[in-house]
């Protein structure tokens, strides 16, 4: 041993010191942002702004061009929309698209989430999607009216079955996507803790590919409102029935402009809608509480 460490140390003296009243004025431990910082980092208020600035140009423009029947302004269409939504039927045709749409999408979703669990678990499945999706993708939905009018005539149906088509296939693949990007550290992370079966998709896969899940819904939720909209165009213009698709295509053929404007205003409404309200909350409270998005 040493001689240093034969040696006792010192024990250090023990210092007490009473807070004084100064000390509150050292400095501001937090310190309130100015206005344009909390508005900057505010996303509310960045969409907001840009869906202003939207308007502002589509009001300007509409005001140079001064023709109602090519450009309606777009204070003429809010109040276009406003009359149909109170005095017309725009509001019934709204329900009626949203009903189909929903079926559709809820169909789609899970026949893709059979798929693709099937693609998962076994080779055979895998293989099946793949040459499913590569034979059907490529194929716009529109496509299939002939076959819908012929197999289930006119009516929801028929709209539902196009929708599932647009739906199936565009989730499907983010989804098997998402399944093929987990890492193998997950992977064998979840065996080591001894999960297997359900608790090992549920407790691992899902989560590891949700965020290429829900970009799939996404997708396939824009997939399914166009395949609505022209879907109800050709239908509408058989049966005389349907929703804002056969709203548009109505006006259209009345030379109503500043109608058809507040029919695809009621659409883009609604996608803001859905995209704030729900896919952004699902966000919130998943992908971006798990660290796996910014």
């Given at each position: 041993m040493t001689e240093m460490s034969r040696t006792a140390l010192a024990p250090r003296p023990n210092v007490y010191r009473q807070p004084d009243a100064n000390d509150a004025k050292t400095g501001e431990i937090t310190k309130q942002l100015p206005l344009f910082e909390r508005l900057r980092s505010n996303t509310l208020f960045r969409r907001g702004s840009i869906l202003v600035?939207?308007?502002?140009?589509?009001?300007?423009?509409?005001?140079?061009?001064?023709?109602?029947?090519?450009?309606?302004?777009?204070?003429?269409?809010?109040?276009?929309?406003?009359?149909?939504?109170?005095?017309?039927?725009?509001?019934?045709?709204?329900?009626?698209?949203?009903?189909?749409?929903?079926?559709?999408?809820?169909?789609?979703?899970?026949?893709?989430?059979?798929?693709?669990?099937?693609?998962?678990?076994?080779?055979?499945?895998?293989?099946?999607?793949?040459?499913?999706?590569?034979?059907?993708?490529?194929?716009?939905?529109?496509?299939?009216?002939?076959?819908?009018?012929?197999?289930?005539?006119?009516?929801?149906?028929?709209?539902?079955?196009?929708?599932?088509?647009?739906?199936?296939?565009?989730?499907?693949?983010?989804?098997?996507?998402?399944?093929?990007?987990v890492s193998e550290t997950l992977r064998m992370a979840g065996h080591n803790f001894g999960l297997r079966n359900m608790r090992y998709i549920f407790g691992i896969l899902v989560p590891a590919a949700f965020p290429s899940i829900l970009n799939g819904l996404k997708i396939g939720w824009a997939f399914a409102w166009r395949t609505l909209i022209a879907a109800e165009l050709v239908f509408g213009a058989t049966s005389r029935s349907g929703g804002i698709g056969w709203f548009i295509f109505e006006n259209r053929n009345s030379l109503e402009t500043a109608n058809v404007f507040a029919g695809l205003l009621t659409v883009i409404v609604i996608g803001l809608l859905v995209d704030g309200l729900i896919f952004r909350a699902i966000e919130r409270r998943t992908v971006r509480r798990w660290g796996m998005q910014r």
């Amino acid at each position: 041993m040493t001689e240093m460490s034969r040696t006792a140390l010192a024990p250090r003296p023990n210092v007490y010191r009473q807070p004084d009243a100064n000390d509150a004025k050292t400095g501001e431990i937090t310190k309130q942002l100015p206005l344009f910082e909390r508005l900057r980092s505010n996303t509310l208020f960045r969409r907001g702004s840009i869906l202003v600035l939207l308007a502002a140009a589509w009001q300007g423009y509409a005001m140079v061009l001064q023709n109602d029947l090519l450009l309606p302004s777009f204070w003429a269409s809010l109040t276009a929309l406003y009359d149909a939504f109170v005095h017309g039927p725009l509001l019934w045709r709204m329900l009626y698209s949203i009903q189909v749409l929903l079926t559709g999408y809820v169909i789609g979703a899970v026949l893709a989430g059979v798929l693709v669990s099937l693609a998962v678990s076994t080779q055979w499945g895998s293989d099946l999607l793949a040459t499913l999706t590569a034979m059907l993708n490529p194929l716009p939905a529109i496509a299939l009216l002939p076959l819908a009018l012929l197999w289930f005539g006119l009516g929801m149906s028929s709209m539902v079955f196009v929708i599932v088509h647009s739906v199936l296939w565009a989730v499907a693949l983010n989804a098997q996507t998402g399944f093929q990007s987990v890492s193998e550290t997950l992977r064998m992370a979840g065996h080591n803790f001894g999960l297997r079966n359900m608790r090992y998709i549920f407790g691992i896969l899902v989560p590891a590919a949700f965020p290429s899940i829900l970009n799939g819904l996404k997708i396939g939720w824009a997939f399914a409102w166009r395949t609505l909209i022209a879907a109800e165009l050709v239908f509408g213009a058989t049966s005389r029935s349907g929703g804002i698709g056969w709203f548009i295509f109505e006006n259209r053929n009345s030379l109503e402009t500043a109608n058809v404007f507040a029919g695809l205003l009621t659409v883009i409404v609604i996608g803001l809608l859905v995209d704030g309200l729900i896919f952004r909350a699902i966000e919130r409270r998943t992908v971006r509480r798990w660290g796996m998005q910014r």
